[in-house]
């Protein structure tokens, strides 16, 4: 291949001796399907103030000046920066500091982790922890707050399930929140009760988590920050170099601002703004709509607004994503939205006059119908290209892919979801058929984003790619809907050019080309031809954003 090249004296990085995999699609030519994109053997890439100068097999040592940083691949992959296009990354990062659950394969072991932080943890201070999933364990039975009072009833103690949906208090978070028999329910959540009624510990969706809320000690700029910093390393482990950070509050984005301002930020951050139903109705919302000083696309290269995140609807294991009829597994329900579909209706139409985009949680079919019919009507009052997107789209119905592709609306999933979770076994035979039908949305040319929802699963995007190829279910061992497998180009595709529509900056990353961002992974895996379990095993060998080496392995030089 020729060298494709900006006139430049000479670069400040160049990395040689590897097989470039470009990744030099439009959006249009992967909504059309194609997959065969540019790969160049023997190759280099030649990187200047950020952004990429050349591309080619053919070094021109005029590049190469006394200050150049120069790369020795030694034969192995280039790739384009992965992008997680939907993650908790600062919320992520701060978990790192709790107790994580997710080892646990029994209650006991769930049990045994928590006191071990008790016994070293001063009594009335809280303990927090993450990630437990009884799908996993011997007894498939969710913890309650009887198994958290056996670690203490002297510490607060609030536990996170997996799915971020569910969560567990002791008797002592019970009685600070003031729960009682008597405390009904709040819109959109569930107070888990015991059979005379009173709460059990256990609180479904964000609406029953945020009568917690206000009791848990407020975060600090420097917590924040640090959580940042902190994920930062894990993002860069795994090869990305931007995502699209969900539910954040104004606090939230203030210490991105702050954390790139302290050059702490090593990727690119583009931050979607929580509309939290536990903060204000519609109404408080709408207004701060209008309200807001910035819209969407403000910002700089590492830090920017990219739209409104809306919770819309639960998930379906638990039967609280909102679905055309009743759930197999829990017949006596179908479901609900946090919000009203007409209030949906409204704040897209508020968000689309103030040029905002929107990404909406929904799981359920029912929910998706809503979120499609807010999307067709934003356009209707601003038919710019807002790039307004479903999160998750988890059950799917035919008659929403013809209006999805007219409107080119795109979805992001999280493969890895359907394969750690083991949620198919739990929705009935039915509902795990029409389940995470990425190659379906494909084949109707509606673009498929990949992403992780982390801390909800791993974010590392090689476990997602294989989870996309294979279908496997590793709680199960099932695995569902064979026909719905991708290739491997079709996976790495996802985690590049596709995100990085998300964020609009598909014409500045995603894909290695002269003039885009100079985001790079060198990686040991040939994935295109590797084995699924290879691909899922492969080692980032250096991780470089704007030009720069943000991540290299300990062993590699």
Known sequence: MKMKKLWSPTADLIVKNI?????????????????????????????????????????????IGPDTEVIDGKGNILIP??????????????????????????????IELLKAKAAVTPKGEWITGNEWNELVWDIKEAPTKDDLDKVSTEHPIVCSRLCHHVCVINSKVI????????????????????????????????????????????????????????????????????????????DDMKAYLQADKNQKLTYRANMMFYLDKNSGDIPYHLNKIKEMPAVTGFGNDMVKLNGIKILFDGIPATGTAAMRKPYEHIPETSGYTTITAAEMIDVAKMAAKYNWQIGVHSCGDKSADIAIESFVEAYKVNNNDARHYIIHHAVMQPDQLPIMKAYNIPITVQPTINSLMGEQGLIGKELAERYMQYKTFMDAGILVGGSSDCPVISCNPFLGMYSAITRLSVAD???????????????????????????????????????????????????????????????????ILNGKVVYQVPDQK
């Open 19 to 63: 097989t470039v995999y470009t990744v030099d699609l439009t959006i249009d030519e992967i909504r059309k399907g194609k997959t065969d994109f540019s790969i160049i053997e023997n190759g280099y890439v030649a990187s200047k103030d950020g952004k990429t100068i050349a591309v080619g097999s053919e070094l021109d040592e005029k590049l």
């Open 81 to 110: 920066g992965l992008i997680d296009s939907h993650i908790h990354a600062m919320f992520a990062g701060l978990e790192l500091v709790n107790v994580n659950l997710k080892g646990a394969k029994t209650k006991i072991e769930f």
């Open 175 to 250: 009685e600070l929140a003031g729960l009682t028999k008597d405390s009904p329910d709040p819109d959109g959540g569930i107070i888990g009760r015991d059979q005379d009624g009173n709460p059990n510990g256990l609180l479904y969706e964000s609406s029953a988590i945020g009568l917690i809320e206000n009791i848990i000690p407020e975060l600090t700029e420097e917590q924040r920050i640090e959580g940042i910093v902190e994920m930062g390393k894990i993002l860069n482990e795994s090869g990305i170099t931007s995502c699209i950070d969900a539910n954040l509050a104004i």
């Open 477 to 543: 061992g099932v695995v569902w809907s064979p026909e719905q497998v991708l290739t491997a180009a079709q996976a790495l595709i996802m985690w590049t050019k596709s995100s990085a529509y998300f964020s609009h900056d598909d014409d500045k990353m995603g894909s290695i080309e002269v003039g885009n961002y100079s985001d790079y992974v060198l990686i040991d895996t040939p994935i295109l031809t590797a084995t699924p379990e290879k691909i899922r095993d492969t080692t980032v060998l250096k991780t």
